[in-house]
């Protein structure tokens, strides 16, 4: 009985095919997690996390920041990438090579190998944030995939289709989880759901998604 306490911090990771172009790595960066959190941590310390408005004038509810060549950005004038943050007027902290080679390894699994991301949005949820239905579409190479890993609280990920109102899956990212998508899946709709509240070992009440992108 007592393997049962231990069976879902020692499960395998494990591929999942979601679309032609998505796949769902379970578990893919548990190991990684630690040194992920220390990247994230020397990051947030040059460029901390924020609450960006929607040109609509919303505050989002997640909190963000940026590593890497260009940072993905929201204010008053729009959605766009840019190579300086806002709040300091200074370059993006560059990407961590670790996070870098995570997202290449990420993508080569999934069968997009080669991947070189210029961009990295750090998102922050505290319970209760949400992130509504959206295509990421300010990048302008659409031929690269995203890739997606999940960390800290679960969250239900909803993945809809081409149209705003496509039908759409629920999908249980968990601490560690990756999501890959490009190809014809790259302009899927997405979004995520309320967080729970909760408590994870590593993060506390907090659930922490990076996205890696090749933005131009
Ligand atoms: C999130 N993710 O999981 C928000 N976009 O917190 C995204 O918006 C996203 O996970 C494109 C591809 C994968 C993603
Ligand atoms: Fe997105």
Redesign the pocket.
């Known amino acids: 009985m007592s393997g049962d306490l231990f069976q879902l911090d020692d499960e395998a990771p494990w591929p999942e095919r979601l679309g032609p172009g998505t796949v769902h790595l379970h578990a893919f960066a548990r190991a990684e997690a630690p040194a992920v959190l220390a990247a994230i941590a020397a990051v947030e310390g040059r460029a901390p996390f924020r609450h960006m408005v929607t040109p609509g004038g919303f505050t989002m509810s997640v909190a963000m920041t940026n590593c890497g060549a260009q940072g993905w950005v929201s204010d008053a004038n729009g959605y766009r990438y840019s190579p300086v943050d806002p709040l300091s007027g200074e370059p993006w902290p560059a990407m961590p090579a670790m996070l870098q080679a995570l997202a290449r390894e990420a993508a080569a699994q999934a069968g997009f190998p080669g991947f070189a991301p210029d961009a990295c949005l750090i998102?922050r949820y505290a319970p209760g944030a949400r992130?509504s239905l959206h295509q990421?579409r300010d990048e302008r190479n659409l031929a690269a995939p995203?890739v997606?890993v999940?960390l800290g609280l679960p969250a239900v990920?909803l993945l809809g289709g081409m149209s705003r109102r496509d039908p759409q899956r629920r999908i249980l990212?968990e601490h560690g989880d990756a999501?890959v998508?490009g190809g014809e899946d790259r302009l899927r709709y997405?979004g995520?759901q309320p967080v729970k509240d909760g408590r994870h070992g590593l993060l506390g009440a907090l659930r922490i998604?990076l996205?890696f992108r090749c933005s131009v």
């Open positions: 998102n992130m990421d995203i997606s999940s990920f990212l999501i998508w997405h995520v998604n996205t």
